[in-house]
């Protein structure tokens, strides 16, 4: 039992991670390309947990509500670039903090003005209802592994689009030098939008996969935000492989933390001091990882050379 | 009709309440209105104006401020409320960690503070003040309510709450009554979302039942994973985790839930059936605990104001403490470090046609009181 277990939080872990890669992933394109520091990432995260509740509430199709997240989060995104991101490039990092910063307020009362103040209804659709057993006799929720198999697709689909296609050769070009290949005729105002609507649409599709594990709530979307700011900071900031590795150190670190270590300390003390102490320790444990990280690799794992 | 229902409602408590006071009366309502946690501060708002609303008097007025759930901002607004707006009485906090910022300073200023919800232990026993009132509950109530009732059907239960102050609290709450043995005991991150950890080890542990606090989103994430983990031992929980606030969003999982509370829809008496048709028809939505709780404060608030004048303050504290009032939760009085002797229920999640509701299936205390009321010196 005890081996099923073990295997049930690393799956765990790992789902946790692959839905931070979502966010992470946006969250470091935007960075690596337009060197934008985007605070209000995680309103687009709610605004696509909105959005699915909102359409699977009105259609019942979970389905549709996902592609609606998608549009949504990606027409939000293009929307704030054009009209606020767009003037925030040549400013300096403080300015970008700033102005997103204000970004998730207009957001959040936004979106209460909308939905109200009660959270919303969103559940997993039939068709990925039920489990799936696993070695050693547990079983495993089919809707999470259908998570991690999207994560997994979006990172292939990321790798392809970013080392295969035209789109991906520009992206790359953009990021190691934006001057020049605005000199050699690339519409980078309209790359820029196509990059922030991109990442944007990723952190949609991440807050209504989790929507329909979570409460869809005003608000929802910053414990996340800086889960995912600790992902790219540890996996070397502009780097999309870096953000993968990140995300599923962060998910399984965090997981198995919260796991093992009050069962570790019940060795040393009492149960019930063991249990507060352990949840205490378990919930700075990614810090301390990112800490030592950082210590030994200041760029992060895989810092993007400039 | 409704609408006719309500007219003739507001009629009826104008025409008991509606005597002039001796003074005006200035109340500030601090309560969470934006964020997260906006949902238990709109109703606390909205029970609250509901009781103002009926009792229709002039010489009463309310003052509303948001404190974002953020304790610095409600000791800036309270500062402003005492200095500024010169209010009588302060009230409306919903989060424990907010009350202990803003009440002790505020009744060391000689001004009334009325609780609407938050009932931390600090407050109750070697910290209890004359001004300092709590018309909800002390927080181990429901905990305690819950642990007793586990005794008949369980014997061997999984306890899980976020690690801060009131989680504790309430596994505290929980084990002071509660004979059987615990399968596991976890405290969570607060503002955690994923309980998927938490869930394996509930189905590994071997335990026949599931005690939780978690209040807002943090149980609405917990019920729906949990419920499709394909876990099926029976949950239960403080009645905060089945508010009405919070079921739409759990769906379905909820139902059969067992829970605790001092009030609940179908509490049978006069002053809960009027309240619960008048809120419906105000707001179009059913009320929560919140709701109920506040309404009753204010409700409290006028009873003295109609007794004695706010600026006598010894006349109005010795009204206060007479809770000479129509409760919707029934008996209501208070015990000797102004907390409530109250009744606490056990009531069980059903579904009525669309919407879910609870419904009482037992009494777990008659006459309750709190943990730390000897240890409070005032009397």
């Given at each position: 039992m005890q081996t099923a277990l073990f295997i049930e939080q690393l799956l765990n872990g790992l789902q946790l991670g692959v839905m931070l890669f979502l966010m992470a992933a946006g969250l470091t394109l935007i960075f690596g390309v337009m060197g934008l520091i985007n605070l209000a990432h995680g309103s687009l995260y709610m605004v696509g947990a909105f959005a699915c509740a909102a359409v699977a509430a009105a259609t019942g199709s979970f389905w549709l509500g996902l592609a609606a997240s998608l549009a949504a989060a990606a027409a939000a995104g293009a929307i704030v670039e054009i009209l606020?991101?767009?003037?925030?490039?040549?400013?300096?990092h403080l300015d970008q903090v700033l102005a997103t910063f204000a970004l998730i307020l207009i957001f959040s009362e936004g979106t209460r003005w909308i939905f109200g103040s009660f959270p919303l209804y969103l559940d997993i659709p039939p068709l990925l209802q039920g489990s799936v057993p696993l070695p050693g006799g547990s079983r495993y929720q089919l809707y999470r592994l259908a998570i991690i198999g999207v994560g997994v697709a979006v990172a292939v689909g990321l790798y392809f689009l970013i080392a295969r296609t035209r789109l991906g050769m520009r992206i790359r070009a953009g990021e190691s030098d934006r001057e020049m290949i605005g000199a050699l005729g690339v519409d980078i105002r309209t790359l820029y939008t196509v990059v922030f609507a991109l990442g944007a649409a990723l952190a949609g599709l991440a807050g209504a996969l989790v929507g329909a594990l979570q409460s869809v709530q005003v608000g929802m979307g910053e414990p996340v935000l800086i889960l995912a700011f600790v992902v790219i900071v540890i996996g070397g900031i502009g780097s999309i492989k870096g953000a993968l590795v990140g995300a599923v150190i962060v998910g399984v670190v965090d997981t198995m933390g919260r796991f093992l270590l009050p069962q570790l300390f019940t060795l040393v003390m009492p149960a019930s001091q063991a249990t507060t102490v352990g949840a205490a320790l378990a919930s700075m444990l990614i810090y301390i990882v990112m800490a030592v990280i950082l210590a030994v690799r200041p760029q992060g794992l895989f810092a993007v050379q400039r | 009709m409704r609408k006719l229902i309500a007219a003739g409602l507001v009629g009826l408590s104008m025409g008991v309440s509606g005597m002039a006071f001796a003074d005006p009366l200035k109340i500030g309502v601090i309560t969470?209105?934006?964020?997260?946690?906006a949902g238990l501060g709109i109703d606390t708002r909205d029970g609250f104006m509901l009781a103002i609303k009926q009792a229709n008097n002039p010489e009463v007025e309310v003052v509303t401020e948001d404190d974002g759930q953020k304790p610095e901002l409600a000791v800036q607004i309270a500062d402003k409320m005492i200095q500024s707006d010169q209010v009588d009485i302060l009230t409306g906090i919903v989060w424990s960690n907010l009350a202990m910022a803003v009440v002790p300073s505020a009744v060391a200023q000689d001004k009334f503070y009325v609780s609407t919800n938050a009932g931390p232990s600090a407050l109750a026993g070697a910290?209890?003040?004359?001004?300092y009132f709590n018309a909800a509950y002390q927080n181990d109530n429901f905990h305690e309510a819950m642990g007793q009732y586990a005794n008949q059907d369980y014997k061997k239960t999984f306890i899980l709450a976020p690690n801060y102050p009131a989680g504790t609290d309430s596994l505290n709450g929980f084990k002071r009554y509660y004979k059987g043995e615990l399968a596991g005991e976890v405290y969570t991150q607060v503002g955690q979302t994923d309980y998927a950890a938490e869930i394996a080890q509930i189905r590994s542990s071997g335990a026949d039942s599931v005690f939780f606090f978690l209040p807002g989103g943090m149980g609405i994430a917990f019920m729906k994973q949990y419920a499709q983990s394909g876990v099926d031992l029976p949950v239960m929980g403080p009645g905060f985790s089945f508010s009405q606030d919070v079921l739409p969003a759990i769906g379905?999982?909820?139902?059969g839930a067992k829970n605790s509370a001092?009030?609940?829809?179908?509490?049978?008496n006069e002053a809960n059936k009027k309240f619960v048709e008048a809120f419906q028809a105000e707001y179009n939505r059913l009320p929560s605990i919140y709701a109920v709780q506040a309404f009753d404060a204010a409700n409290l608030i006028l009873s003295a104001a109609a007794k004695a004048s706010v600026t006598d303050k010894d006349a109005f504290r010795a009204a206060l403490k007479e809770a000479d009032f129509a409760s919707v939760r029934g008996k209501f009085k208070f015990n000797t470090n102004n907390h409530p002797i109250q009744d606490v229920y056990v009531r069980e999640v059903i579904k009525e046609g669309d919407v879910l509701s609870n419904k009482i299936i037992?009494?777990?205390?008659?006459?309750h009181g709190d943990a730390y009321a000897e240890q409070c010196a005032m009397q």
């Open positions: 606020v991101i767009r003037r925030l490039y040549e400013r300096d | 969470t209105l934006s964020g997260g946690g910290g209890c003040h004359q001004n379905d999982a909820a139902v001092t009030w609940s829809k179908d509490l049978d037992a009494t777990a205390f008659t006459d």
